[in-house]
């Protein structure tokens, strides 16, 4: 009868162990291992550091045994207090061992099965808590181990919770697996249209090894985003025609996309318009994605000069003069723009400007028509994209009505001249600088700083985390110093930009003084 509960006992243990790996998704070799060392590890631990422990296991048979080949015979217990003091998976009383063995003689070892009764309830508690580390511990190795290829992927993810410092999300195709996106990676506008189990593309940043809320640090502004929405929603770029050159952005804001026709493309395709689509479809599902960010996409061309007049659209150029006073490392040139559109090119809070020399890896000066003037500068507007005429139109308030095509100039040796004075590393960094002072620093300080639980009232913590981000005193608005009626404190927030953040920069003297937008549309600001 003892020994059919024992069986049972033991059947109903393999059956609990065959469960636990069939949830986990972990081989039952695996499983029953990690059991037996929690169980050894118990043992040394708080009962025999030399005992010798062995184990026989045979599922087929029903067989699971825990054998100490080093238990110490001892005294038999004078009563009920002895007895229940007695360490049976160490211990055996003399009663007993001299059953097996006559000669045996209290001191001596010998070898029997420790039965799971033998255990107290904290004995179990510690056994489980040790089986429940290493397992957890082989669940975030395995993980570690196969998102360390995926790094920079684009995956799908649902928000599971909202902590002040950032978002916990399950991964939509392996939900065992957690990320978190600190608030340094999110862009405000995400934020402020965020919902609780909202589903949205993230990228794999990396892999945290000692946090204990997720697997994954993962982020939303991240360039790969929009190349994954590009090569999803453009049949073209996803077959191969058109290439991404490059990528210039600043999440939740602005982003400008350079491409180009592959050799296999079609001869009369034209590249820009593809993947704009009719009436702008393709690019507006795109820009829904990032949550209303603006997408520029600009044609590439090896000739640098041809290249800076691209990137600056929306805005015109009149010349642009390469600069060779400033430093050799880095190409410098200065970009003469109409009056009207010199606001225009910088960009709200120099976005503009700042994309488009991260794109052309060159350091531009932007500067309007009558600073030239006032500097006596030459220009020639034969050289840019924008006549005369188109500019006494801006000057009387007019909109351009037609799009202008430049004279074709002689191709000279720009960019045989660009790629050997340009210092890449050096450049990286000022770009690095300047987009330090548009998101925040560190995704580590902020999830690796946090430990704490899962906020219940996930509709409340999201309503003060927008109003903690929608509250920065620093941040300046969006519409402020480009509106016709500038204050006096708009005028220095744009003074701090212009000649703090932008450095290379330059700021025209009289910007904010004589500025006519009326060329500009409200969608240029968008």
Known sequence: MEKNKNVAKIEAFLIALNNLAAIKAIDKSVVIEYFK?????????????????????????????????SKQVVENPKNEIEEEQLKRCIEIPLKLAQERDKNIQIGDELSEEIDFDDFTKKDYDRILANFKTLLNQYEKNLILEKYNQKVGDIVKAKIVA????GLLFELIDDPNVSGFMPNSSISKKFLNELTPLQVIDVCIEKTLEDSKQAQLLLSNVDDKIIKTLFEREIPEIKNGFIEIVNIARIAGERAKVLIKKSEKAPENMEEVGSIIGRNAERINIISNELKGEKIDVIQYTDDIKDLIINTLSPAKVIDIIQDKTKSPKIVSFTVVVPDAHNTLAIGKKGHNVMLASELTKARLDIISQSQADARNINYNFANGNITLDQIAQLNEGKRLQSNFKRQVRPRNNYQNSFDNQLDLNEF??????????????????????SKNSFDDDIEETLKKVKEEFNSDSNQ??????????????DKEDYDKIAKTQMKDFKQDDDLLSDIDLSDISDEDWE
Do not use: C, M, P, W
Not at 40 to 66: M, R, S
Not at 162 to 165: D, E, G, P, V
């Open 37 to 69: 060392q929690s169980i050894t590890k118990l043992i040394l631990e708080e009962y025999d550091e030399e005992a010798n422990i062995e184990y026989e296991f045979n599922e087929a048979q029903h067989v699971f045994k825990i054998i100490n080949h």
């Open 476 to 489: 300046v608005k969006d519409d402020a110093i480009y509106s016709s009626h500038i204050t006096k404190k």
């Open 162 to 165: 909202i902590q002040k410092n």
């Open 428 to 449: 990286a960094s000022e770009i690095a600088e300047l987009r330090s002072q548009v998101q925040a620093n560190s995704f580590e300080e902020q999830i690796l700083g």
